[in-house]
């Protein structure tokens, strides 16, 4: 059966009138049209349905509230082909890209957006709903006949931003479809940003903890103060000359800044004797990997780097501790960060020595290579600070006065630490009874 709008029904292929039919044939034009822009109205709704689960598809993978905001607004502003502004809550204007704001887009000024929609924006800000504001002569005036939509977009700290579509006065006029299209994409979006938002949070809270633990460490023991952070950037450096990506790299530098932790249940006596250490006093020194392991052991986004901290002493011919582990039974970043913890307990003023110069620490970690470290590691650190020296010499100088002059780093060394220079340098003597810095 076909329905003609005529109130009657027919099989198909029957006609029911006239062609000629005057009034009827009207009616049946008016019908074809209706459902003309019936059909298009359904396409636009289907391939803005597209857009929406498209843009939140792509906005989902992002991870940075900072790119997340501009990538939203840009996707928003194809997806009614539109320009695109955002209002923050401090009045901020923020477009999507410099070079194709809605202001260059329509010839519009941002703030003149803003000042003309100020009372609309609030409203929108109160009630979360979208909206075509009315236009009153005022805005009407200043934005030129523009078309304008308003949509809020929810925010994880303080009232919403409002994003504004601008539509050249000539083309379409927004509609109901439009502001419902507009309203789940920023309904989606203020998610995606809320979760970027938090987890960002958490991360800083995370940073934040590890650097106040290596603080504590370091403040207790004055002799090596800086040696964590340092053993941590070294680590980093050594890992992305081997290819670590990115995330392994953050473990590793976080390992590197933790491996000592556990010289908090070292006594104060042990960790700053400027003597030789007694087997007694040795022992109790060499329990500090595992006391890291414990202190770190509950923070569960640190479970990668546990094992880092645990074996940072191995040695690689097994003579080191706790467990003897040797060769590649040790954890790639506990290799690592060996490598790293060497050289830098190396340059540095001890309470039971003077620091070695650049040249002694390198030639004495060539020495340990295939003894107390791995060869392979070695070589990395090695040609990573290199490449270091020959690439960055300012930060260079900067990172390792003390080991190229022989000069006492401010950071490295603690109240009475003593001064020297390279002429008063001790004979270089072998690494600690185990073979390895405690
Ligand atoms: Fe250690």
């Known amino acids: ?28 034009e008016a019908v074809q049209q209706e459902n003309q822009a019936l059909g298009r109205e359904l396409l636009r709704c289907y391939e803005q349905l597209n857009l929406v689960f498209d843009i939140t598809e792509n906005i989902a993978t992002l991870r940075d509230p900072d790119t997340i905001r501009p990538a939203l607004l840009r996707r928003f502003g194809e997806m009614l082909s539109v320009g695109a502004l955002l209002i923050d809550q401090d009045g901020t204007c923020v477009t999507a890209d410099p070079g194709d704001s809605a202001g260059q887009r329509l010839q519009l000024d941002p703030a003149r957006v803003h000042a003309s929609l100020a009372r609309e924006i609030e409203l929108v800000r109160q009630t979360l709903h979208a909206r075509v504001p009315s236009s009153d002569p005022l805005m009407r005036t200043a934005l030129a006949e523009a078309h304008v939509l308003l949509g809020a ?89 081997l290819g670590l990506p990115e995330p392994q790299l953050q473990i590793l530098e976080w390992a590197g800044i933790l491996h000592d932790v556990g010289k908090i249940g070292v006594s104060d006596e042990i960790l700053n004797n400027p003597g030789a250490l007694t087997p007694a006093q040795f022992n109790e020194m060499k329990r500090h990997p595992r006391l890291s392991y414990e202190v770190l052991k509950p923070v569960a986004r640190l479970g990668p780097a546990l094992d880092a901290v645990l ?115 001790p004979k270089l003597g072998p690494l600690t009874p185990s073979g390895g810095t405690p």
């Open 1 to 28: 059966m076909m329905r003609t709008g005529l109130g009657t029904e027919s099989p198909p292929g029957t006609p029911s009138f006239h062609p000629t039919d005057g009034p009827a044939a009207e009616r049946l």
């Open 153 to 241: 977009l929810r925010q994880p700290e303080g009232p919403a931003a409002v994003i504004i579509a601008l539509r050249h006065g000539g083309e379409v006029p927004f509609d109901s479809g439009d502001i419902l299209a507009t309203e789940s994409v920023l309904g989606y979006g203020g998610h995606i940003l809320a979760n970027a938002v938090m987890v960002r949070h958490l991360q800083q809270t995370a940073v934040e903890t590890v650097r106040a633990l290596a603080n504590a460490i370091d403040a207790k023991d004055h002799y090596t103060s800086g040696h964590s952070e340092r053993v941590g950037w070294l680590a980093r450096l050594t890992g992305a000359a």
């Open 311 to 425: 074996y940072h002493h191995e040695n690689w011919d097994g003579s080191g501790y706790p467990e003897g582990l040797h060769g590649e039974q040790i954890p790639l970043f506990a290799r690592i960060i060996r490598v790293a913890d060497t050289f830098d307990a190396l340059t540095s003023t001890r309470a039971y020595r003077a620091g070695f110069t650049w040249e002694e620490a390198l030639a004495v970690l060539a020495k340990e290579a295939g003894r107390t470290t791995d060869p392979h590691v070695t070589r990395a650190f090695l040609a990573a600070l290199e490449r270091f020296r020959r690439d960055r010499p300012a930060q260079f100088r900067a990172r390792f006065a003390h080991a190229i002059t022989g000069a006492t780093p401010a950071t490295a060394v603690g109240a009475g630490a003593p001064a020297h220079s390279t002429a008063a340098l």
